[in-house]
């Protein structure tokens, strides 16, 4: 039988070994996230999605909220049983408190939070409306705090789990007007820190910071422009990668932390970018 702190649970796959005689070990391997619970807010699409689907991959159940009601249900066809899926506008409290509580009467309580909601919003400190910071705001930040005042308390009676928020690279460097999205996404870092101090260690918290990923959001992004292609590779052009990340990629790094592999995360930004703003712009130094 296999100790608290066996090699093969740390590594998020339990494992029984059985020999008799000179017969091979048989080994059977655990889905790291069997049966655990794990609400996912904006995950019908984008990032949201690659994460709903990884953790279903690794034997998960999914409690997915999100306002784009067509989108959710496709994902939750998709996903069968594993997968339930709530419409729900993640500004309103609650909303998100009748959505977890329907999740957790029909899954049971909530092993870890995934805050993937979001939108962006471009603009600068003189011509920023005041409808559409609140908008930005109550999205991409107050939406994480309102899911992880419902979250939390399951967490701790479980004995432990994760609250991820997804932030951005915006968080830690800056683009000219992007004042509403750069503001929430630095606000989901302070969010994050005062979830680890607060509640851990049986609860952590992490924020991802993505650099570009190809997802709907910025497929709309790129519509603005007169020449969305040329845009693309300008994008492509100022990471280290030459390329944008795939939200598949993103949902892997969060699987991870949320997993026992991560349990020594909490209370940090992690980028996942690509090499994006490392290095120095201006005249070159070759």
């Not at 705001?137 to 992880?148: G, T, V």
Request: glycine letters at 10%; aromatic letters at 4%; proline letters at 4%.
């Amino acid at each position: 039988m296999l100790s608290k702190r066996s090699p093969c649970q740390v590594a998020g796959h339990l494992r029984k070994r059985r020999t008799r005689g000179g017969a091979p070990v048989i080994v059977i391997p655990v889905k790291r996230f069997q049966d655990q619970v794990v609400v996912v807010t904006g995950g019908a699409k984008g990032m949201g999605a690659a994460v709903s689907r990884q953790f279903v991959e690794e034997g998960g159940r999914i409690v997915c909220l999100d306002i784009d009601a067509e989108a959710g249900e496709a994902l939750a066809a998709s996903l069968g049983a594993s997968c339930l899926f709530y419409a729900v506008d993640v500004r309103k409290g609650e909303a998100i408190r009748e959505a977890i509580q329907a999740g957790r009467g029909k899954f049971g309580p909530v092993n870890h939070l995934v805050n993937s909601a979001g939108v962006q919003g471009y603009s600068n400190a003189l011509d920023t409306t005041e409808a559409e910071w609140d908008r930005v705001m109550e999205i991409n930040l107050k939406s994480a705090w309102l899911a992880a005042r419902e979250t939390i308390p399951d967490i701790q009676s479980a004995g432990g789990g994760c609250v991820v928020n997804i932030a951005s690279v915006n968080a830690l460097h800056c683009q000219r007007n992007t004042l509403p999205y750069a503001t929430s996404k630095a606000a989901l870092l302070g969010l994050t820190r005062s979830i680890a101090l607060d509640y851990g260690p049986t609860v952590r918290s992490v924020a991802i910071c993505p650099g570009t990923v190809n997802t709907p959001m910025l497929e709309e992004a790129l519509a603005t422009f007169s020449e969305p292609e040329k845009m693309m590779q300008e994008i492509r052009d100022i990471s280290i990668a030459k390329r944008v990340a795939e939200p598949e990629e993103i949902a892997k790094l969060i699987a991870f932390v949320c997993s026992a592999d991560g349990s020594f995360m909490t209370g940090q930004a992690v980028r996942i970018d690509g090499g994006l703003g490392i290095e120095i712009g201006g005249v070159g130094n070759s």
